[in-house]
């Protein structure tokens, strides 16, 4: 008997070898390349029939799709072509590989199951390269956190929006080895970005806890950017119990790199021209929303002169990353900030879940005028006993900020918030010293 298996086996694989030393450069039987029989042809013998039988690549687009988007690639863009060469040497492949017995196995096989293969497609790496970089571009997209709107007198709440990231090395590599394969579509790698705040976070959240409005002039196109900028940058902020907000850190630097453009801002206590003007209107808006919803303040800073768009003291700005404005949320509850420039108008809201039935606030200011001081120069050129005045120059003020908690239409609290001191500018006076001339034939006799 086990000379009978012994005998068996030998046979099955002196088969094999001898099938194989046949076969060794033809394609096997069983094996068509996109419909066509190459079975029993050599590798040259195989290659014309698939030039002959297949016309050029018609007009066909390779497919990029993930669940939500898809794009289409046209082959001829890519300069693709038919590889002939590459599915004819795959086609001779088959049977050819691993020990004998196993291609042996390979080939009953494909009298069982006959394999039909795929085209290769030629194309310019260059070009498939820069097709999905554009398709990149194309869908990468940012998350959109959900809002809280003002509606007819109403906190609505706008829904979140997920974004997404294609991943470009990946989705070029799929693509590569899609086209060498025949295969005409491939899913996108990439990644869905969560946004940071959600529908569900702001559910809570319903109630205006304060208004602030400043007016600025559209027609000063920098500085009504720069407003836009900073006002995109801090709207729609979620800040939970106890956590502080830095306008410095939210907005970042004020570079024209990240979106800012010149305008009027002070420097040294005089206006002069820099990158960002105009977002220190925003940090007052900001700051005068936060004092009327009583969140506690822990860094705020004056102008150095009173500004136009606000009372006396009222007023906030923020310099480099040594001037910032904070503020604390010292409620129980999370707040949500909104913010908006349009048309001259800029408005930011806070709303919370919680406020006191029958209880407002109410911010007062106070101001004391400083006279300028006057300061005179001589002018030899200027005749004697005549008088310019160089300057009008400005007062200056001492200004003092309430808080006044109204509970019930009555007073129940006063609190200084805030004393600040603003510079004068000097009235500078210029008086001549040029002695008189006596006009000719007057002279002393």
């Known amino acids: 008997m086990l000379f009978l298996v012994l005998q068996s086996g030998a046979g099955i694989i002196g088969a094999a070898v001898a099938l194989d030393s046949k076969y060794t450069d033809v394609i096997q039987q069983g094996v068509t390349v996109k419909g066509i029989q190459l079975g029993g042809l050599s590798r040259a013998e195989a290659l014309l029939k698939l030039q002959n039988a297949l016309p050029p690549l018609p007009d066909q687009n390779l497919t990029i799709s993930n669940e939500e988007r898809i794009s289409f690639i046209n082959l001829h863009e890519l300069d693709g072509s038919y590889d002939y060469l590459s599915s004819v040497n795959e086609a001779l492949s088959y049977g050819k590989t691993g020990g004998a017995l196993n291609r042996l196995i390979s080939v ?13 497609i030629n194309f310019s ?18 998350p959109g956190d959900a809002e809280i709107k003002l509606v007819n007198g109403s906190a609505a709440i706008i829904p979140e929006k997920k974004g997404y990231r294609l991943d470009f090395e990946k989705t070029l590599e799929r ?24 529908a569900a976070d702001l559910e809570e959240i319903r109630i205006l806890l304060s208004e602030y409005v400043t007016f600025y002039d559209p027609g000063d196109q920098n500085r009504a950017h720069n407003i836009a900028v900073a006002s995109a940058a801090i709207n729609a902020t979620l800040l939970k119990p106890g956590e502080i907000f830095s306008l410095n850190q939210k907005l970042g630097p004020r570079l024209a790199e990240t979106g800012y453009l010149k305008a009027p801002v002070y420097i040294g206590g005089h206006l002069a021209q820099d990158i960002g003007g105009g977002v220190c209107q925003v940090a007052t808006t900001l700051y005068n929303a936060v004092l009327l919803a009583d969140l506690a303040i ?26 910032d404005l904070k503020f604390m949320n010292n409620l129980s509850s999370p707040v949500y900030l909104s913010s908006t420039a349009e048309g001259g108008k800029l408005t930011v809201r806070i709303f919370g879940a919680v406020k006191k039935e029958g209880c407002s606030v109410r911010i007062t200011s106070e101001s004391t005028a400083i006279d300028p001081d006057i300061v005179t120069y001589h002018d030899d050129t200027l005749p004697e006993g005549e008088t310019r005045i ?19 239409n009555q007073v129940v609290s006063k609190t200084l918030i805030s004393s600040d001191y603003y510079e004068s500018e000097d009235r500078v006076i210029v008086t001549g010293k040029k002695a008189k ?3 000719p034939g007057d002279e002393d006799k």
């Open 108 to 120: 009953l096989r494909l009298k069982a199951a006959p394999v039909d293969l795929k085209v290769s």
């Open 125 to 142: 790496e260059g070009k498939l390269s820069e097709k999905i970089k554009s398709i990149q571009m194309e869908w990468d997209t940012p």
């Open 175 to 198: 693509a590569r080895q899609a086209l060498a394969r025949g295969d005409l579509a491939i899913a996108a790698a990439g990644q869905v970005l969560e946004p940071a705040v959600t």
């Open 298 to 323: 822990v860094e705020r800073h004056p102008h150095p002169k009173p500004v136009a768009y606000v009372p006396i003291g009222l007023d906030a700005t923020i310099a480099g990353d040594y001037y």
């Open 390 to 408: 160089k300057h009008l120059g400005k007062a200056g003020y001492k200004a003092w900020v309430y808080r006044e908690l109204i509970v019930d």
């Open 437 to 439: 001339e006596n006009p």
